[in-house]
């Protein structure tokens, strides 16, 4: 009964491949994110999306592009991947009005 | 644009006070969050200030003055435990979109 999980928890992968990390929430929340933690710890949001838009962060490279088939999953697609893109990726939900959003446990990227 | 500035590292010994402190820079700012991160673990939501004052939630506390554009957390009572990184995180207009700063790591000492 996790609330936001994120599969897989670990994805090693060679530079130029194209890999997805998936996200679930069952919290009936009408927000998800996606945010990247660098090895230096700084949380940045990449998207953000709900069933009526998408908010990007523009500086997100448009090799990255989240998929939603419904409101309870938020899929993140990353091509041509980079080795500057190992990070750990957490998705999030929260529900609009209110102020707290809960995170998956995260998606440990390595790129070699 | 948004920018968040926090200590990068805070060290206190168990059942010590420790206030951690953030200032931000923002447009539309809604109010301001406290999230907490064990190492190898998700970011957990630890409190939320929309109004200038104090907010109290057991040992922890969370303050925001707006005018200054300035808040702070504090924790109380450390325990061991408590070790962990502590960021703060701006609520704006712009959409549901929530910006971190670069996180405090607090150390608890016996």
């Known amino acids: 009964d996790t609330a936001v999980s994120q599969t897989p928890k670990y994805l090693v992968t060679q530079m130029g491949n194209d890999k997805s990390i998936k996200c679930e929430q069952n919290?009936?929340?009408?927000?998800m994110y996606w945010y990247k933690q660098d090895s230096k710890k700084f949380l940045k949001i990449m998207f953000s999306?709900?069933?009526?838009?998408?908010?990007i962060n523009e500086t997100v490279p448009n090799r990255f592009s989240p998929k939603s088939p419904d409101k309870a999953h938020l899929n993140l697609h990353i091509n041509s991947l980079e080795l500057g893109d190992s990070a750990v990726y957490f998705c999030?939900?929260?529900?609009?009005?209110?102020?707290?959003?809960?995170f998956g446990q995260g998606t440990r990227l390595t790129v070699v | 644009g948004q920018s968040l500035e926090q200590p990068s590292e805070v060290t206190a010994v168990e059942g010590a006070i420790v206030q951690i402190n953030c200032t931000y820079q923002?447009?539309?700012?809604?109010?301001l969050s406290w999230y907490q991160q064990h190492d190898g673990g998700a970011p957990t939501f630890l409190s939320y200030?929309?109004?200038?004052g104090l907010e109290e939630t057991g040992r922890f506390s969370s303050f925001l003055s707006r005018s200054d554009s300035y808040g702070y957390l504090l924790l109380q009572e450390l325990q061991m435990k408590d070790s962990a990184s502590y960021f703060c995180?701006?609520?704006?207009?712009?959409?549901?979109?929530?910006?971190f700063g670069g996180g405090t790591r607090l150390m608890v000492k016996p």
């Open positions: 999030a939900s929260s529900l609009t009005g209110r102020t707290e959003a809960f």
């Open positions: 919290l009936g929340h009408d927000t």
């Open positions: 999306y709900n069933n009526k838009e998408l908010i």
């Open positions: 923002t447009s539309g700012f809604y109010g």
């Open positions: 200030n929309a109004l200038d």
């Open positions: 995180a701006v609520h704006n207009n712009a959409g549901n979109m929530l910006t």
